[in-house]
Structures are given as structure tokens and as C-alpha cells.
């Protein structure tokens, strides 16, 4: 059908005419196709920069990451996979960051040609001592591209290297010390005479022996641990980004503070280890999809159960490879201990056969000695004899002449007694001779005397001449008596010396003798002395000997316990060889990378916001098209009506309505879908660029979402526009021509409750009155009010119930500010170790062990992956976890014969008190439990279960591998302290800080301020051109009304009052039910946007009720200010003159 | 002095490039207490003097002088303060706020001003004692207009100014509208002023102004002016 001309010439006089109501609807559709083409281009933007970023940067598809590593023949194995394009060996650990008293912990990664890296700055590597850093290194360090960084890291590739190390100790060191001991034995050499100086030298070595091999030790201890970089001094050439870290997150180490600040990248052959850490594989024509696309995922997912398929395989190979290398080690180290212990042995023999040489030799000279002992001693005993029969001799002649001598003695009695009987007799005749000498005297004297009478004279001469023959008798008397004196003492001095004679004969003898005696004595006391010495020195060398074989026992016994030790060694090698459990091969994609993964469930978030904005905004667009343009035929009432008459049908005549509305919306629907494409996404990005490092952000024209959007729009506006003029059209020309029938005056049901309509004054009256007539308007203004508060209210609604995530999750639901994550399979006393070490910290307040594991939990087909919590105590428990329960808000007992379960976790899989769901362990272990209740959690999933329970279940011992600590209000940086601390015992593999955890997620959380903006700026527009235009229609409608009072005399601000009044209370009206509807559409995004890890609060601060209610009536003003000076600008008489 | 003065009044509309002169130099004077009626064909420019009077609308050059006062010298303010002490208008089509009862509409006139009648005795005065709290459209035409007069007159206005009360009308409607009119100018000694293309019924009046081409043709007083009754038309 030809559209008149005339009517297209009066479509665009019309535009012309009524530009205002034509920008209106121009501006809906603008605001309608903008907000739904931006918002939905915006998540396939993200999507597409990524997708493009990864491929740049070929990003892998799949990760293999295996407990001990992976090889080369892993490698070849993993190309023969269907839609296996590249395969990449590569290596990364964590190592630390030395400066001065800094330490930062940082991923250490190699550059290859996958997961390339964007160079921001400098150049790359050309050596093994350059490297790459990213630009937060070098702010939070202080450094700049030129400057040299100190890395340390160990290599610490999983069971296998201990197991070396262990070999390498048990072999090496052990047998190198058998040695030497044994060399230190074999200097002795035992001599002849069992020196002491040797022995001496023995001790010397044995000590020597000891003491050297202890620096051996510390030598080996720390040349053992190898660093796994070849280059521990970097320079640092250029800064990157790199694709694996897109988000804030950098992971978690065991090193340092546990957190992980940074990465750097280094040369491959900057890197002392064999095994490669992960594999990256780039799947065959993977370029032809889109990342994180339904498609893209099928293919990944499709070539990982290919993999899986060999997993078994290699991890098998590899067990078996490293395996055999072990026992390979271990049976050379067992071999070198055996040649050593052969050696050391014979050694040992050898010293003991010189040990036992020296011996024999020593009772050799011993025999000798007692044998010269033995003839001396006979020669002793012959001269001895000899002295002995010579004194025997002696005694003999000693006896002869003792018996002579008695006999002689008697003889020399006899002779004495005739001595003395002579001698009497001498004497006697003496005295006789005497006598008669005197008396001869006296007869001499008497004859001499003169007077001597003669007679008497010659008696006296007689007696004279008689005493003289007297004394001659006497005189030969005694002369034969002196002879025989002599004689006899001649014959006894003769005796005598005879005897004498025979005395000095048998005292020379004797003397003889005792000389002899002497010299024998003197010979045998030499002898003596010198077989004494001897058998002293002798003496000296067995203890010599003796000790020298103390020391080699004490050698022995110590080379024994070595190689017993050595031997202990290889045992517990052998044990670990055992001990090394099957690898582990865990096969990733890219959603198990932490930064990728997020982002690409913040797309999907804005995915889902995409589809609830755009709803309130078509909403709005068609309630305030439908008013304008029903408007517009009503002003046009008779000119339709004309037309009718004239004959025009109704297509001619809605054509116009219909360019015109249709115009308004192409027109503002391009102009719209050009801004928001290119605005929405970039400014959501902005503000997720915050989170997210990613080089280039691209927009992109969105064909699909565009031509979605203008027709959605289209459908909207000219639907509206149809409704009302096929309305029009209904009715007859005759009637179209009259004027329509004002809107009739009714009483209200107010009016009856008369009690308070008396109480309004008259313009309250009026107001209420005109609220009830104009339905449509009343309806679309509190729709208006209503949509804006509630967009604002639900727009900080989502801040607060996002940012009470975090407190609620850690200071409500848990309440301690550590965990301690202990290594598997720790005995009872390291556990206590760790909890003394903790114990012994004043500012420690509770210690809670537990038992954690991760699992998955199914019912009917959903399944959600679990954190499994047993605590050891549930009492204790109470104290860092709160379980409550959701509806009663009361504290839950952990039943013996259920599990709890947290909130979103039994939304997840749909289960209620009551069902029993499956719990499958990271062994695969699949149990069958009951829920007895369902706890409030914010984040992550919890199956709590009690410890009996558990035991019960799954037939096995409670063993702690969670401590959760809660201090008395430590700052940060004491908490890092103790955690350090704690890091450093061997016992404990990783501690997070609550605190910590809080602080780097209320950074992420922060960005959301932006959501809040855009909610905020989309919500004021919404409300600005739906009162704006509200206001115009019912300025138009009412134009003869508001011409009346004016001519009334109403002043301006009167004639706004008038007006106003209504809007203000039907804003009123639309605030309140907008904070009612803000509270729910808060729920409902936050349904819509919730990520399955995390559960929302549902709460709403009271001060962003103020806030919405604030922000509502600050665009209601500005639209009353529009409204005042509309007011001000009716012309009267205009107004008037026409009929209606 | 006479109590209204139109001197010299010149009004000019621009439409676009053209230049309409819709009074050019309209000289005339109404007596205290007068019934005027003014005729003239369409776009003679009585509406707009009768706009100008009523301080809707602004003079290009010339004095209007009522009771003393140059209302072509007032301020926008001043204007609406003269439109809602010392005006009453009552319109072709009645201009009733439709949302309003009778009484009400009236109301909304006396609310607004200082001296005002009670708006009950108004509605009883303009006959309408029954029909108080009925809404306009509830009404007749006729009975519409005697709402209008009523919130004309309750004002207490100097001046009631009437464009073409009877053009909606039929003619006994009309002419009882012109009665009481002509009532309240003798009963209140109002000062009225009527426009009408009728010039038929001109002899009601006490002074009839002619318009022709934007000026006031002729000024003749009549010193017998007839009851409405006796016009017939």
C-alpha cells in the first residue's frame, strides 16, 4: 500500500512539532537499546578479550601436573592423544626473594613458547642470569629494570629427592667414614716389642677419625640440598605480564608468609632440575574456539578423559621408574656399604691380627722372660747350693770346732782349773814363801837386831838355815810349779791357737760364704730387677695393647653402628621406596586456573545482570511510550477523526503514529546501542581492570545484541504506540470529531470517610482527588519512582550484602584467625609439638584440632565439591566455628548419626533435613550420610560430621590435620610472625591468616562500588526521563486546568504546588513501595549473581535506605525544576481558546 | 478619570516572520459599575484587549489604566497579584476544573483571595443551591457557566470580564446567562465587561465599545439599556 505523501510530509511536521514528546521516546529507546546492548555485550567482550589475549599468548588448554613429576616419555605419551596439538614441558616453583630483611615469595616460572608472557617494558632474556618480573615487583621493592634480585630456592621435587638424599647418606657418608676408621686401624702396626708410641698413635687416629668426619658431615648435609636454580643472581631486564595471572591472586607457597607476592620468570636452562613440574598442552586446532565457550569446554573435557585414560599408565611408569631408580641407588649404595663394610672389616681383622700379634709376641717375650727367670733363678739356686753345701761345710767344720772348741774348753776348764789349782798352788807356796820370806824376814831382822839373844839367834839362824832349805823346797816347789804353769799354759795358748786358728778358718770360710752370698745376692736382685723391667715394660705394652684394643673394639663397635646405622638407612630408604606412593596425575584446564576462572565467572555474572536490567528498562520504555504516545492520538483525537471521515483506513492513518514512534525508536535505539557498546563494557571494565591484568580490552559491535535490542525496543515503543491509536481508531469518525469527553469527576473513597476529608484542606482535597482520576499517570509514576528506588536500594543493597560476606563468614561463622594445615601422617607427638608451640605463645587463646577433608557431595545429579570438617572435640569446636542453624538461628549439636550440611550447599543439590546424600572422599570412598541440619555458611561448602561419627562411617582412626587457633586480638603483623614461626616447623605445611584472606578479598569486594555507580547513574536516568516526561504529559494533559488557576491568579509557585503536590506524593508512594521492591530485587540479583562457592547475605544496611530514598527524591527535584519553570512558560489565553 | 482606560494600546504577535497587529492604538474608557459590551467581527482584537485587561496578557506599547493603576506597566507578579484580587473571568467554555464539584470549583477561586464571598451564597445567588456538590460534568452547559460566573463573582473582582459566556450555549440558556449578569453588574455594582460577536444583544448594556481591525471603533453609551428579557435575538 503507497503511503500518501501528504501524511509522511505530516509525520515529520509532527517530529518538528512535538520534538520534546518525539526526544522522550528517542531517549527511552536510547537508554533501553544502550543499557540492553551494552550490558549484554559487555560479558562476550570480557569473554573475547580473553579468548584473544590467551591465543596471543597460546595460553594452554589442558595442565598436567603430577605428584613426582613428569618426564619426557610422559611427554611422547601425551602426543599420541586425539586433538593433542603441542606439548610443553615446563617448570615452576616458589623461591624467595632476598633483600636485605625482606623476603618475597615468589612463583618462579620459566618462559616457553606456551603461556607466553606479555612483555610491558625492557626486553627478554637472552641468558640464565637475566630475568623477568612483574611492575608490582618492582613498586613493592623498590626496583627498577637493571637491577639485580637474589632468589633462593631449594629444590624440592617430592618424595623421590629425599629418597635420594637418604641413599646419598646412607651410602656415601657411612662407608667414606667406615673407611677412614678402618684406614685409622690400619696404621697401626703393632710392634715387636708392643711400643706404646703406636698404640698411642691409634687412640690418636681412631680420634682423628671421629673428629674429621664430622665436618664431612655438615660438609654433605649442606651440599645436599640443591638449589633448584643453577643462577641465584638475577638481573632483572624487562617486566611482563603473563597470562597465567590475570587476577590479584598470586596462590599460596610454603614458604615465607605462605602467600605468594609475585611471579618471575627465568630461562629454562636457568634450571637445576630433570623433571619437569607440569606439562602444558595446546589441543589441536583449539584456536577454531572461543575459551569458556560450550564448545570449546566439550573439547577440553573430551581429550581430558583421553587422558585420563593413560593416566594410570604413566603414573605407573613413573612409580615403577622411580621405583627402580631408587632401588637401583639403594642397591649400589647397599653394595658400596658391603665393600665398604668388607674392607672395613678386614681392616678391622687386620689391626686385630696385629692387635693379636703384638699379643702373641708379648707372651713371647713373657715366656722368654720367665725362662731367663728360670735360669737365673737355677743359677741362683745352683750357687746357691753351692754356698749352701760350703756353708754347710762350715757349719760342719764350724761344728767340729765347736765340738773341738768345747773339748778344748774343757781342756782349757782343766788346764784353767789346773791353772788355777797350780796358781793356788803357786799362790799357796807364795804365800808359804811369803810366809817364810817374812818370816826369814822377821828372823833376818831378829839376827840383824843387836840385842838379839844368840840362841835364839842361832834358833833363829837354825830355824833360818831351815826356812832357807824351806824356801828353797819352795822355791823348786814353785819353779816346777811355774813349769808346769807354762807348760800347761803353753799347751792351752797352743789349744787356743789351735783353736783360734780354726776360728778365723771358719770365719774366712764363713766370710767367704757370705761374700758369695752377697754376690749372689746381688746377682739375683739385678736378675730380679732386671726381669722385673722387663715384665714391667712387658706389662706396659699388654695394657698398651689392651687399650689399643679397647679403642679398636670401641672402633669396631662404632664402625658396626655406623654400618648398622647405614644399614638402618637403607632400610628406611628401602622403606621409603615403599613408601613412595603411586604419583598422582591431576588433569586441569583453564578453569582450575584461579584468575581465569574467576574472571570468567565474573562474566557470567554480568551475563546474568544483563538480563535483569534491561528487563526494567523495556518496562519503563513501554509504560512511558505508551503514555506519550496515547497522549499524542488523544491531542490528535480529531484530526483522526478526520481523516476517518475522509476516508483514510486505519493503516494510513496509524502510519504516521507510526513513523513517528518508530523513527524515535531507530533513531535512539542506534544512537543507544553506539554508546553502549562501546561505554557499558569499557566502564564495568574499568572497573575490573582493578582485579584483573589483561593488556587490552576489546569492544566489539554486537550484531546479534544489537538487532535484539532495537527489536526488543521496536516491539516496545511501537507496540505501545499501536495499542493506543487501534484504541482511537475503534471508535467512529462522528465521535473521533467531537472532543472527548473530559475525564469525569468522581468522588473518591476517601471522601466517605468523612472524618478525615474534613480534615484536608482544600488543595490536599484537590491533590487526592486528582491522584484517583489520573490512573495511568499515578500507576507510571510510582512504577517510575518505584523502579529507580528499587535499582538504587538493590544496588547498595548488593554492596552491603557483599561486603558482609567476609565478617560474616570469619567473625561470625568462624571465628579463628589461623589455620594450621599440618603434613599428612604425623605422629601423635608432632602433633603435640606443634600444639606446645603454639601453647607456649601467651597470646594464643584457643587451640582447636580437627580433621579436614575435601570431597564432593552428591544428590539425585548435582554434586558440589566439599570441605569435609571433623573436629577431634565438639565442645571445642564451639569455640573457632559456629554452627547455626538457618531458620532457628540456635546453636546445632553435631549429631553421631548425621552429618550437618551448609546452607548453599543443600541449595545447590536441593536436599533438606532429612535426605541422605553421598560423600565421596578424595579416595574415591563414597558414604552415604544423613543430613541432620543445615548451618549458615557465606563461603565455600562444609560437611561438618562428628568425630564418632566419622570413625563409624568409615571405619578409620581421627587423625588431626587442621589446628584452628584463635588469638587474644593480634594485629597482622604479629599474627605473620607466629605464622612464620609455624611454617618453619617441619610438621606444619601451610598457615592462613584470617585476616589476611579478609583483607585481599575486601579488595576484590571493594571494586563493587562500581556496580553501585552504574546501578545508581542507570537508576537516576531511569527516573529522570520517566518523571521528566511523566511531568510534560501531565502538564499537557492538565494544560487548561493549569491555564484556569492561572488565570485564577495563581502564583508560580502555587500553580506548582498544585501540580507538584501529587507527584510528590505519589513519589512518596513510589519510594516506599520502591524500598519494598528494592529489598526484593536485591535478593533476586543477588540470586541471579551469586556464585556457587559463595552465599550472599540477605541484608540491606538502614543508611542505604536513606541513601536510595536521598538519591530518589534528589532526581525527583530536579525534574520539579523542569516542572516549575513548564509551568511558568503556559501561556493562558493559548490554553484557553481552544476547545478540548 | 474614568475608572478603566485603554490608551493608545497597541498588540502586536509575532507569527514567524509576519507581524500581526492584532490592537493597534485601541483607545477607550469604562465607567465604575458599568455593564460594557463589547462587539466586533472575529480577530477584531477584542479578545486580546479584553486579555490585556484581564492581565493575561501584555501590551506591546500604550497605558491601560484601571483604578488608577497602569496594569501595562506591571510586573509578572503584580499581574497575577491584579488577576487574583481584582479580576473575575468567565470563559466561552466554562474552564471548570473537571475534577472538582461545583462548589469546589468555586473554592478554588475564594481560597486564594482576601475579600471573598462565601462560595455557598455565590452558588445560591447563581441559582445553583442544589447542585453544589455536583461535578461539572454533571452539569449543563448552562448551569457549567453559572459555576464559572459564580467563581468569577465570589472573587469579589473590580472587574468581571466575559469572553462570548453564551457562544456554547443555546439561546434561553443564553440569554439567562446574560441575565445574570446583568443582575450581578446592577445587584453588586460590578463593572462588567461582555464579549460577544452578537451584536444583538448590545442593547443590554450600558456602553457599547465596537472593534474593528484591532481599535475600538466606537464608544456609545446607552442610556436606556434594556432588561435581557426584552432582547430578543
Known amino acids: 500500500m503507497k503511503i500518501k505523501k501528504a501524511l509522511l510530509k505530516d509525520s515529520f511536521k509532527e517530529i518538528k512539532a512535538s520534538y520534546k514528546r518525539f526526544i522522550s521516546i528517542m531517549l527511552m529507546a536510547l537508554l533501553g537499546v544502550g543499557f540492553f546492548a551494552g550490558l549484554r555485550a559487555t560479558s562476550p567482550d570480557m569473554v573475547n578479550s580473553i579468548d584473544s589475549y590467551y591465543k596471543n599468548q597460546n595460553v594452554y588448554d589442558i595442565e598436567v601436573v603430577s605428584t613426582l613429576g613428569l618426564t619426557n616419555e610422559d611427554i611422547e605419551a601425551l602426543k599420541q592423544i586425539e586433538n593433542v596439538g603441542e606439548v610443553y614441558g615446563t617448570y615452576s616453583q616458589d623461591g624467595l626473594v632476598k633483600d636485605g630483611e625482606k623476603e618475597t615469595v615468589t612463583k618462579i616460572l620459566t618462559l616457553d613458547d606456551v603461556n607466553k608472557p606479555v612483555l610491558i617494558e625492557g626486553t627478554m632474556p637472552q641468558n640464565a642470569s637475566e630475568c623477568l618480573v612483574e611492575e608490582k615487583f618492582l613498586t613493592d621493592n623498590n626496583k627498577k629494570i637493571g637491577d639485580t634480585i637474589q632468589i633462593e630456592s631449594k629444590l624440592e621435587m617430592a618424595e623421590g629427592e629425599d629418597l635420594d638424599e637418604l641413599v646419598q647418606e646412607a651410602s656415601g657418608n657411612e662407608s667414606e667414614e667406615v673407611s677412614q676408621e678402618a684406614s685409622a686401624n690400619e696404621k697401626e702396626e703393632v710392634s715387636q716389642e708392643a711400643s706404646a708410641n703406636e698404640t698411642e698413635e691409634v687412640s690418636q687416629e681412631a680420634n682423628n677419625g671421629t673428629s674429621e668426619t664430622e665436618p664431612e658431615e655438615i660438609a654433605t648435609e649442606t651440599s645436599d640440598e640443591q638449589n633448584y636454580l643453577k643462577n641465584q643472581t638475577l638481573k632483572i631486564v624487562g617486566t611482563v605480564e603473563s597470562p597465567l595471572y590475570i587476577s590479584r591472586e598470586r596462590g ?79 642397591a649400589e649404595a647397599e653394595e658400596e656399604l658391603n665393600s665398604e663394610r668388607q674392607k672395613g672389616e678386614s681392616q678391622i681383622q687386620e689391626a686385630e691380627q696385629k692387635i693379636q700379634d703384638g699379643k702373641n709376641q708379648i707372651a713371647n717375650a713373657e715366656k722368654e722372660i720367665a725362662q731367663n727367670e728360670k735360669e737365673a733363678n737355677s743359677k741362683f739356686s745352683s750357687s746357691q747350693s753351692q754356698i749352701n753345701s760350703a ?128 754376690a749372689l745376692q746381688t746377682a739375683k736382685s739385678q736378675t730380679n730387677a732386671q726381669i722385673a723391667s722387663a715384665k714391667q715394660e712387658l706389662e706396659t705394652s699388654k695394657q698398651e695393647i689392651k687399650s689399643g684394643e ?40 583453564r578453569k582450575q586456573n584461579s584468575g581465569y576462572s574467576s574472571f570468567v565467572q565474573d562474566t557470567e555474572s554480568i551475563e546474568n545482570l544483563s538480563l535483569v536490567f534491561p528487563v526494567v528498562f523495556f518496562a519503563i520504555a513501554i509504560l512511558v511510550s505508551l503514555t506519550s504516545m496515547t497522549r499524542m ?126 480534615r484536608l484542606n482544600f488543595s490536599h482535597k484537590v491533590t487526592i482527588r486528582n491522584i484517583f482520576r489520573y490512573k495511568k499517570r499515578f500507576l507510571m509514576t510510582i512504577i517510575g519512582i518505584f523502579g529507580c528506588t528499587s535499582l538504587i536500594l538493590a544496588g547498595f543493597g548488593l554492596k552491603d550484602s557483599i561486603s558482609k560476606i567476609l565478617p560474616y563468614q570469619y567473625e561470625k561463622i568462624f571465628n579463628y584467625d589461623m589455620q594450621v594445615a599440618l603434613k599428612n601422617t604425623l605422629t601423635q607427638e608432632q602433633i603435640e609439638n606443634v600444639k606446645n608451640s603454639l601453647k607456649s605463645n601467651d597470646k594464643v587463646l584457643d587451640i582447636v584440632e580437627s580433621y579436614m577433608l575435601s570431597g564432593t557431595a552428591n544428590y539425585n545429579e548435582s554434586q558440589e565439591d566439599v570441605q569435609i570438617i571433623i573436629p577431634d572435640n565438639i565442645e571445642e569446636m564451639k569455640k573457632v566455628i559456629n554452627l547455626i542453624d538457618l531458620n532457628t538461628e540456635e ?166 504546588s498544585y501540580v507538584t503536590r501529587e507527584t510528590i506524593l505519589l513519589t512518596v508512594i513510589g519510594i516506599l513501595l520502591g524500598l519494598v521492591g528494592g529489598y526484593f530485587l536485591n535478593f533476586y540479583i543477588i540470586g541471579t549473581c551469586e556464585i556457587d562457592m559463595l552465599r550472599f547475605v540477605k541484608i540491606i544496611d538502614p543508611i542505604s535506605y536513606l541513601y536510595a530514598i536521598l538519591i530518589t527524591v534528589a532526581f525527583t527535584i530536579i525534574v520539579n525544576i523542569f516542572t516549575y519553570f513548564a509551568l511558568k512558560k503556559i501561556d493562558m489565553i493559548g490554553s484557553l481558546k481552544s476547545v478540548e | ?120 451564597e455565590v452558588m445560591d445567588k447563581v441559582g445553583l443551591k442544589d447542585r453544589k456538590n455536583n461535578f461539572p460534568s454533571q452539569l449543563s452547559g448552562g448551569e457549567q457557566q453559572r459555576v464559572a460566573i459564580a467563581r468569577a463573582i465570589a472573587k469579589n473582582p473590580k472587574l468581571l470580564l466575559c469572553d462570548e459566556p453564551t457562544g456554547a450555549l443555546d439561546y434561553k440558556t443564553g440569554k439567562q446567562i446574560l441575565k445574570l449578569l446583568q443582575d450581578t453588574a446592577r445587584k453588586e455594582n460590578m463593572t462588567v465587561l461582555i464579549i460577544t460577536h452578537n451584536a444583538a444583544i448590545a442593547p443590554m448594556a450600558d456602553k457599547i465599545i465596537r472593534f474593528k481591525n484591532g481599535t475600538a471603533e466606537s464608544c456609545e453609551i446607552n442610556n436606556n439599556p434594556k432588561p435581557v428579557e426584552e432582547i430578543e435575538w
Open chain 1, 252 to 330: 599460596t607457597s610454603r614458604l615465607g608468609s605462605g602467600q605468594i607476592n609475585s611471579y618471575i620468570y627465568v630461562t629454562k636452562d636457568n634450571i637445576n632440575q630433570e623433571v619437569y613440574t607440569e606439562i602444558y598442552i595446546k589441543l589441536k586446532n583449539s584456536d577454531e574456539y572461543k575459551t569458556s565457550t560450550n564448545s570449546y569446554e566439550k573439547y577440553v573435557e573430551e581429550t581430558k578423559n583421553n587422558i585420563e585414560a593413560i593416566k594410570e599408565e604413566r603414573e605407573n611408569a613413573r612409580y615403577q621408574e622411580l621405583i627402580d631408580e631408587a632401588n637401583q641407588k639403594i
Open chain 1, 391 to 518: 756353708k754347710e761345710a762350715l757349719t760342719k767344720s764350724e761344728k767340729e770346732y765347736n765340738s773341738n772348741k768345747a773339748t778344748l774348753e774343757t781342756v782349757f776348764k782343766e788346764a784353767e782349773n789346773q791353772k788355777k789349782t797350780l796358781q793356788e798352788n803357786i799362790e799357796n807356796v807364795n804365800t808359804s814363801l811369803e810366809q817364810v820370806n817374812a818370816s826369814y824376814l822377821e828372823l833376818t831382822e831378829k839376827l840383824e837386831m843387836k840385842d838379839l839373844p844368840e840362841e835364839e839367834k842361832l834358833a833363829l839362824e837354825k830355824s833360818k838355815t831351815e826356812l832357807e832349805t824351806k824356801k828353797s823346797e819352795l822355791e823348786t816347789t814353785k819353779t816346777t810349779l811355774e813349769k808346769n804353769l807354762t807348760e800347761l799354759e803353753n799347751k792351752v795358748s797352743e789349744g787356743k791357737q789351735e783353736l783360734k786358728q780354726a776360728s778365723s778358718k771358719i770365719q774366712s770360710a764363713k766370710l767367704e760364704i757370705e761374700k758369695q752370698e752377697k
Open chain 1, 550 to 589: 679397647e679403642d679398636l673394639e670401641a672402633s669396631k663397635l662404632e664402625f658396626n653402628q655406623k654400618i648398622q646405622e647405614a644399614e638402618g638407612k637403607l632400610i628406611d630408604a628401602k622403606e621409603e621406596v615403599k613408601k613412595i606412593e603411586n604419583p598422582v596425575w591431576y588433569i586441569l584446564d
Open chain 1, 633 to 758: 492520538v488523544e491531542e490528535q483525537r480529531q484530526e483522526i477523526g478526520t481523516l476517518k471521515a475522509l476516508g483514510y483506513n486505519k493503516f494510513q492513518i496509524s502510519i504516521k503514529y507510526i513513523i513517528y514512534s518508530s523513527l524515535a525508536c531507530i533513531i535512539g535505539g542506534i544512537i543507544g546501542m553506539n554508546i553502549g557498546f562501546q561505554l557499558l563494557p569499557r566502564i564495568i571494565w574499568d572497573m575490573y581492570e582493578m582485579m584483573y591484568n589483561m593488556p587490552e580490552f576489546l569492544v566489539q559491535f554486537d550484531i546479534a545484541n544489537a538487532t535484539l535490542g532495537l527489536a526488543l525496543i521496536y516491539i516496545c515503543i511501537v507496540g505501545a504506540t499501536l495499542y493506543s491509536i487501534l484504541r482511537e481508531l475503534r471508535q467512529t469518525p462522528a465521535n473521533l470529531l467531537r472532543p472527548k469527553s473530559p475525564k469525569l469527576g468522581k468522588r473518591v473513597l476517601l471522601e466517605r470517610i468523612t472524618f478525615i476529608w474534613k
Open chain 1, 891 to 1056: 546453636e546445632i549439636n553435631l549429631p553421631n548419626d548425621g552429618v550437618v550440611i551448609t546452607d548453599k550447599l543443600s541449595q545447590l543439590l536441593g536436599v533438606k533435613v532429612g535426605d541422605t546424600i553421598k560423600i565421596k572422599d578424595s579416595n574415591d570412598v563414597e558414604k552415604e550420610v544423613k543430613v541432620s541440619n543445615i548451618a549458615e555458611n557465606y563461603i565455600y561448602h562444609y560437611v561438618y560430621m562428628s568425630k564418632e561419627y566419622y570413625q563409624n562411617l568409615y571405619q578409620e582412626e581421627y587423625s588431626t590435620n587442621v589446628i584452628f587457633v584463635k588469638d587474644n586480638n593480634l594485629s597482622e603483623e604479629e599474627e605473620q610472625e607466629i605464622s612464620k614461626n609455624l611454617i618453619s616447623m617441619n610438621e606444619v605445611s601451610t598457615v592462613q591468616l584470617s585476616k589476611t584472606i579478609m583483607k585481599t578479598l575486601d579488595d576484590t569486594m571493594n571494586s563493587l562500588n562500581y556496580v553501585v555507580i552504574i546501578l545508581i547513574v542507570s537508576a537516576g536516568l531511569l527516573a529522570f526521563v520517566v518523571l521528566y516526561n511523566l511531568a510534560n504529559v501531565n502538564i499537557s494533559e492538565r494544560i487548561r486546568e493549569l491555564a484556569t488557576i492561572k488565570v485564577l491568579g495563581f502564583y508560580d509557585r502555587e500553580v506548582y
Open chain 2, 1 to 120: 478619570m474614568p475608572y478603566i482606560e485603554f490608551k493608545n494600546v497597541c498588540k502586536e504577535y509575532k507569527m514567524g516572520e509576519i507581524i500581526i497587529k492584532a490592537l493597534d492604538s485601541a483607545n477607550f474608557s469604562i465607567e465604575k459599575g458599568e455593564l460594557v459590551v463589547i462587539v466586533g467581527p472575529s480577530g477584531a482584537g477584542k479578545t486580546t484587549a479584553l486579555n490585556i485587561l484581564g492581565g493575561m496578557d501584555q501590551v506591546t506599547s500604550g497605558d491601560v489604566i484601571v483604578d488608577n493603576k497602569n496594569i501595562a506597566k506591571l510586573k509578572n507578579k503584580e499581574l497575577i497579584k491584579y488577576r487574583r484580587e481584582d479580576i473575575g473571568f468567565v470563559f466561552q467554555f466554562y474552564n471548570l476544573v473537571q475534577n472538582l464539584t461545583a462548589i469546589e470549583n468555586v473554592e478554588l477561586a475564594t481560597q486564594i483571595c482576601k475579600d471573598s464571598i462565601d462560595p455557598s
